[in-house]
């Protein structure tokens, strides 16, 4: 079974920083991995797809990672500013059905 | 951007009372999908569709089926709604363009 681990749970710094989020998958037998950002009460706004075959995307200040062989995906904000707080999800496309594969997430919080 | 909404996007209801979700999409995509959101559990999968009176069970579906007359129309029943019920739920497609996803806004569904 899949299973998608998101470190760390909670991150909180200051405006202006770089920071790096991580993603991590056990079974490397992907079709693609997709980041989301949530707001709080809201539904899920997608960010990155990277497709298997992909290393990297990149969206503005944002880029997202995807090396397959360790099971891992980063995702990269440039120059952090307060309203990219939110938590921020990862998610897996499996095998059966297309379903996602959802990680806990990572709430961010981005102090003036 | 692909069309989706969810309908009721907030709803109290009693324990053993049947509730039925609504997602609809606007545009002709195959797959669509339901999901439960809660602390601790993140996101996850209740049941998908993969076409028109095609449906499969996700990793909690017990409790829960679906319907799908229509391809623009993806219904969610609780056939006798519980306190362990109460979450929010969030349907999703599949937009096809490298299997990205897109999500509703969600509805809070309360059983008391």
């Known amino acids: 079974k899949q299973e998608v681990t998101q470190i760390p749970a909670a991150l909180s710094v200051p405006e202006g920083e770089n920071l790096v989020l991580n993603c991590s998958f056990t079974d490397s037998a992907i079709y693609n991995l997709q980041w989301f950002r949530q707001d709080p009460g809201k539904g899920l706004t997608s960010l990155l797809l990277i497709q298997s075959s992909q290393r990297e995307q990149t969206s503005g200040r944002l880029n997202a990672s995807l090396d397959k062989s360790s099971g891992r995906s980063t995702l990269y904000i440039a120059a952090s500013q307060p309203g990219d707080s939110a938590t921020y999800l990862c998610a897996v496309v499996v095998n059966a059905g297309n379903m996602l594969t959802f990680g806990g997430g990572t709430r961010l919080m981005v102090k003036p | 951007d692909a069309g989706i909404t969810q309908s009721p996007r907030h709803k109290v209801t009693e324990t053993g009372t049947p509730v039925t979700l609504r997602c609809h999409q606007t545009?002709?995509?195959?797959?669509m999908y339901w999901y439960r959101q809660d602390p601790g559990h993140g996101l996850r999968l209740i049941h998908y569709?993969?076409?028109?009176?095609?449906?499969d069970k996700g990793e909690v579906s017990d409790g829960y089926s679906v319907s799908r007359s229509k391809t623009e129309d993806f219904l969610l029943t609780l056939e006798s709604a519980t306190s362990s019920q109460t979450s929010v739920y969030f349907c999703a497609i599949m937009t096809g363009a490298g299997l990205g996803y897109t999500f509703g806004s969600g509805t809070r569904l309360t059983v008391v």
């Open positions: 569709s993969y076409g028109v009176k095609d449906t």
């Open positions: 545009e002709n995509h195959r797959y």
